[in-house]
């Protein structure tokens, strides 16, 4: 188990709601302020940064699993009701060998990444820069309310 989280009955109600708190309710408000300023006036894109934990199942991180994929459905929403002005995207990513990844147990990541990512490898930080550039762009003009995985292809799996 995760020393996040050592099981799941043990997910504290502050640690629960901090989780939501940080990747469902902040990129909400966030999005809902700014997103219909944005659709009174010029317009705009927001793209919101989800997780393949939103669509793939882990009994280690459930309550940010769940941020996500609710992260997620509100990208739709807001996609719908800020259109034609706003454009609302999301970039779903996988594991990403940042400074975060440097507290993983590296042997242990690669062992699991080769059966759990189908390109059997972390991404680097400069492979998900371009998918973010595109969505902001204007060759991104009818794109909205699109999940883009960035993930290796984790989510298959």
Partial sequence: ??????????????????????????????SANIGSRMAEGQ?????????????KASPTSEPYGAAKAGLNAITRSFAAAYGP????????AGPFLTDISKAWDMEAFEERANTTIPLQR?????EVVGAALYLA???AG??????????GGSHLL
């Fill in 43 to 55: 317009g705009g894109c927001i793209i919101n940064v989800s997780s393949v934990a939103a669509v």
């Fill in 137 to 139: 762009s204007t060759g």
């Fill in 122 to 126: 972390g991404g680097q930080p400069e």
């Fill in 85 to 92: 002005k706003v454009r609302v995207n999301c970039i779903m």
């Fill in 1 to 30: 188990m995760s020393p996040l989280y050592p099981s799941l009955d043990q997910v504290s109600e502050k640690l629960f709601d901090k989780v939501i708190g940080v990747n469902l309710k902040g990129p909400f408000r966030l």
């Fill in 142 to 151: 009818f794109t909205t309310g699109a999940i883009l995985a960035i993930d």
